[in-house]
């Protein structure tokens, strides 16, 4: 890998990282500043039990929030972006259900401020690229030694 490569590399990491970031941190505020109305949409679902829907409004929003922070800060970002894949895959599949199911509901993602309108297929295509991008960084930071060994200047006798 090239010098020039390399740091093409680093900046779309660290471009992923911050996209990744600043969309569950504000998700998760936007979420944890109406927990009532975020209940209601997870109900809409008709996914979980009624005991649960509590429950996951008022604990995803903050888990949201942290993964964010771990994604931003670059502290245990193995963890964060795992965090992010389980959720995406979560949402996701949500989302599919909803579909197949025909429900007439809003995604939810963002309370009721959601990006590009309430089209389920939008939101199902969102999470698809935010999907794509952590997935980029979780398997990035198992690279480096990698990289390094690649870049390292050629030793001749």
């Known amino acids: 890998m090239t010098k020039t490569s390399l740091v093409c590399y680093r900046t779309w990491n660290l471009t992923a990282r911050l996209i990744l970031a ?3 941190i ?5 979420k944890m500043g109406s927990p009532l109305e975020f209940a209601d949409t997870i109900a809409s ?3 979980l039990p009624a005991f649960a829907i509590n429950l996951v409004a008022l604990g995803l929003p903050p888990f949201e929030i942290a993964c964010g922070l771990l994604v931003l800060m670059g502290l245990h970002l ?3 972006t795992l965090g992010m894949l389980g959720m995406l895959v979560v949402f996701m599949g949500a989302v599919i259900h ?3 199911w025909k429900l007439p509901i809003d995604c939810g993602c963002f309370g009721e401020h959601s990006w590009f309108g309430s089209s389920l297929w939008i939101a199902l295509a969102r999470d698809g ?3 794509f991008l952590s997935a980029f960084v979780y398997v990035s930071q198992f690279e480096p030694r990698w990289v390094e060994k690649q870049t390292a200047p050629f030793i001749s006798e």
């Open 98 to 100: 909803a579909l197949i």
């Open 26 to 30: 504000y998700a998760g505020i936007l």
């Open 78 to 80: 193995r963890i964060g």
């Open 22 to 24: 600043g969309v569950f």
């Open 45 to 47: 679902y008709k996914i």
């Open 129 to 131: 690229v935010l999907l």
